[in-house]
């Protein structure tokens, strides 16, 4: 079998009768048929190939191949955003009467699906402490039929032990759905751990530079095709531009990873030593709670180091306020590193007390931290933590 970095790149549409080297766009909304017969066998699902690209586009076939070869799973699809992948994660397989079981540490609209959407459905939910296996168990009830968590998680970086959660979803039925949007197939595939879906916003490191919006969602194949069957008919579908760009930009994923976490682990290490900084997090460092957890199930740390920082909210606008090359978004995966502050942003509809139960406190701040030469990555943090 051939290496992560060469299937990244060599898996891609067959060529054309133009001979071309680098994929092309097909940017078109449906697909003709050479007979009234094949229209009939295409729309049953007896004959393979395109008709709509709602439904399928050789550019998303392309971006789905691709990802299923990297996440060594039997099936996918993509999605118009990283949050309708989640949503229709749980909306295509979840009904009346189910209960789910979730992290409570994962992102703002994960938590307001679970929280605020799915009980319109009569759907329930107990969230569970990520780090804590005995809380998982014990949160099990008889109607209790899928098991979510993001890995690392958003925006505190704590780990779930995927080894443990596999084998506990295995052992009651459960379905085993894992955001590994934050890791990416290079450094963690959640799919040797038994994970039934493996999601992806890969409007984050997949496409890598901030670009275009795009989601995904791979795993096994009856579960793939019961989320199939749910896009395909409520339409959160993939464009084929954004589907030609992620896949492209998936080619130079491992590069680009590499050199994410080694800028990361960088500033990690620098933070650690500054006066003005509490506390810093980041899975690689060995002070880090889940050190060897984290060296188990990640190949390396990856691109986001989450930090305290000594004077809370006031310090912390302050801090990001002073910063010349940071960024100032709530997105993150970027070639550009960006500065985050969680409290006010990403999960402000948390509340008081759940912000706190998360770690998120006041003075945290997440950097996204990017490809820029690492010196300079650290002065623009140096000379902000001066202002305070």
């Known amino acids: 079998m051939s290496k992560f970095e060469t299937l990244a790149i060599r898996e891609q549409l067959a060529q054309t009768q133009h001979k071309e080297h680098s994929a092309p766009i097909f940017l078109t909304s449906s697909f003709t048929f050479d007979s009234a017969e094949e229209g009939a066998g295409l729309f ?38 990283g949050m309708a992948a989640v949503y229709t994660s749980m909306a295509a397989l979840l009904q009346q009467g189910d209960h789910i079981l979730s992290a409570s540490a994962i992102f703002g609209n994960s938590h ?31 109607n209790t039929k899928m098991l979510f968590l993001e890995t690392p998680s958003n925006p505190t970086l704590k780990l779930a032990d995927l080894e443990f959660l596999g084998k506990l979803c295995k052992k009651h039925g459960l379905l085993f759905v894992v955001d590994n949007c934050f890791a990416t197939p290079y450094l963690q595939q959640p799919s040797k751990f038994g994970a039934d879906l493996i999601l992806h916003s890969a409007t984050k490191y997949l496409d890598g530079q901030g670009r275009v919006l795009g989601g995904a969602i791979v795993g096994k194949a009856d579960p793939v095709k019961t989320c199939y069957d749910f896009i395909r008919r409520t339409g959160a579908s993939l464009s084929p531009f954004n589907a030609w760009v992620i896949s492209k930009s998936i080619e130079t994923l491992a590069l680009r990873m590499d050199r994410h976490c080694d800028n990361a682990l960088a500033i990690g290490e620098y933070l650690q030593s500054h006066p003005k900084i509490a506390k810093v997090i980041y899975p690689h460092l060995p002070n880090f709670e889940q050190y060897d957890l984290a060296k188990k199930q990640m190949k390396k740390g990856g691109g986001l180091v989450g930090c305290e920082i000594i004077g809370g909210q006031k310090a912390g606008a302050k ?70």
């Open 44 to 81: 049953e699902g007896s004959l393979p190939g395109n008709l709509y690209s709602r439904f399928s586009n050789p550019n998303t076939d392309e971006l789905v191949r691709k990802l299923c070869l990297l996440e060594q799973t039997e099936a996918g699809l993509t999605t118009a955003s």
């Open 112 to 142: 307001h699906i679970i929280s605020n959407i799915l009980p319109k459905a009569g759907i329930t939910h107990t969230y569970c402490v990520i780090n804590d296996n005995s809380s998982w168990e014990k949160a099990l009830q008889p």
């Open 319 to 388: 801090f990001l306020n002073a910063l010349n090359m940071h960024s100032l978004t709530a997105n993150l995966g970027d070639s550009r590193s960006i500065a985050t502050h969680p409290a006010s942003t990403t999960h402000s509809k948390l509340s008081a007390e759940e912000l706190k139960s998360e770690g998120i406190n006041e003075g945290y701040i997440r950097f996204s931290v990017g490809l820029e030469h690492v010196d300079d990555i650290i002065a623009d943090i140096d000379q902000a933590l001066k202002s305070i």
